[in-house]
């Protein structure tokens, strides 16, 4: 069964203070691993596909890398802007055409 | 463009009453996904269509869901009898090929007391 988990839970940070995020999978085939951010009370907002082992994507302060039992979301001088939940999903060649299988997520804080 | 537009944005409703979610996904987009939030569960796929025919309905938790898409511009999640356990936030998302990422919409907060 496809699985995805990721910690810490939460994350409390100084604002500049670098740090990462962890998801770990466990899946039949990795189709693309998926990372979103969620602000409370809206839709979870697309960050980074990555696909193969080794490939890493950058975007302002967020860089994620991923290996082929785990990917990480790499904060570095965070802002307390970047404050809000990271979720990470994966699709499988095992599950069905179009599912994501998410994490419970990451709620980062950053205090100025 | 607007983006994945969803209403309403809150529903508050009595046990046994009947809820219809709506969903307007990215125009172009040929996939649209319907999800459910809870703080126990995360975030579930609930179905799945393409090119507006449902093609996984496996995390549809029974009978009283249910969820159609007359084009492609429009899609309905109905809850009926609804109960307090269906209480969470129902997001729809839409994707433009297999390949690409899913965009979501802001999500409607259903309460069911």
Redesign the interface.
């Known amino acids: 069964e496809d699985q995805v988990t990721q910690s810490p839970e939460a994350l409390r940070l100084q604002e500049g203070e670098s740090s990462s995020l962890n998801c770990s999978y466990t899946v039949s085939g990795l189709r693309g691993l998926f990372w979103y951010r969620q602000d409370p009370g809206k839709g979870p907002e697309f960050l980074f596909t990555l696909y193969s082992a080794g490939e890493e994507k950058e975007k302002e302060r967020l860089k994620a890398t991923l290996t082929k039992k785990e990917s990480f979301l790499h904060i570095t001088a965070p802002k307390p802007e970047d404050s809000a939940t990271y979720l990470c999903a994966v699709r499988s060649y095992g599950g069905s055409q179009g599912n994501l299988i998410f994490g419970k997520g990451t709620k980062l804080s950053v205090k100025p | 463009d607007a983006g994945?537009i969803q209403s309403p944005r809150h529903e508050v409703t009595e046990m046994g009453q009947e809820v219809t979610l709506r969903c307007k996904p990215i125009s172009g987009h040929n996939?649209l996904?319907w999800y459910r939030q809870t703080m126990m569960r995360?975030?579930?796929?609930l179905i799945?269509f393409?090119n507006n025919v449902p093609?996984?309905d496996?995390g549809m938790p029974e009978d009283r869901f249910s969820a159609k898409m007359p084009n492609a511009s429009f899609s309905t999640l109905k809850i009926q009898p609804s109960e307090p356990r269906d209480s969470a936030v129902y997001?729809c998302?839409s994707?433009q090929r297999?390949?690409s990422?899913?965009?979501?919409?802001?999500?409607t907060r259903l309460t069911v007391t």
């Open positions: 994945v996939s996904f995360g975030l579930e796929l799945y393409n093609i996984d496996s997001f998302a994707r297999e390949s990422e899913q965009y979501f919409g802001p999500g």
